[in-house]
């Protein structure tokens, strides 16, 4: 079992910043690649940005090409989105998850295919 819990969402303004947290324990070792999904009121869940746990690939959704980046501290076992140039589209309540499965040596961002979830954590951007 992998426990993952994440932090750092909050009210921002357009244009503004956040770093999002992701701190995983437990079975950590099993861990592929680490991704972060965002769900909006009324609609599904969706994929932002993956990591592999080596660090070797990462993979974004082109909605925030450029804006967000995904980086790991192997040390800590945690996982960041640092999220810039914020918009109103971008409010949502953010989830990192983990998928324990080898998937070609890449990071990917197909929601089945992540086995744990944390509870997620609200990012509101106001206009």
């Known amino acids: 079992q992998v426990q993952l819990e994440e932090s750092g969402g909050g009210l921002v303004q357009a244009g503004g910043s956040l770093r999002l947290s992701c701190a995983a324990s437990?079975?950590?070792?099993?861990?592929?690649?680490m991704g972060w999904f965002r769900q909006a009121p009324g609609k599904e869940r969706e994929f932002v940005a993956a990591?592999?746990?080596?660090?070797?690939?990462?993979y974004y959704a082109d909605s925030v090409k450029g804006r967000f980046t995904i980086s790991r501290d192997y040390a800590k076992k945690t996982v960041y989105l640092q999220m810039n140039s914020l918009k109103p589209e971008d409010t949502a309540v953010y989830y990192c998850?983990?998928?324990?499965?080898?998937?070609?040596?890449?990071?990917?961002?197909?929601?089945?295919?992540?086995?744990?979830w944390g509870q997620g954590t609200q990012v509101t951007v106001s206009s």
């Open positions: 998850a983990a998928d324990v499965n080898p998937v070609g040596g890449v990071a990917h961002g197909t929601i089945r295919l992540y086995d744990y």
């Open positions: 990591i592999t746990w080596s660090g070797g690939s990462t």
């Open positions: 437990g079975r950590t070792f099993t861990i592929y690649a």
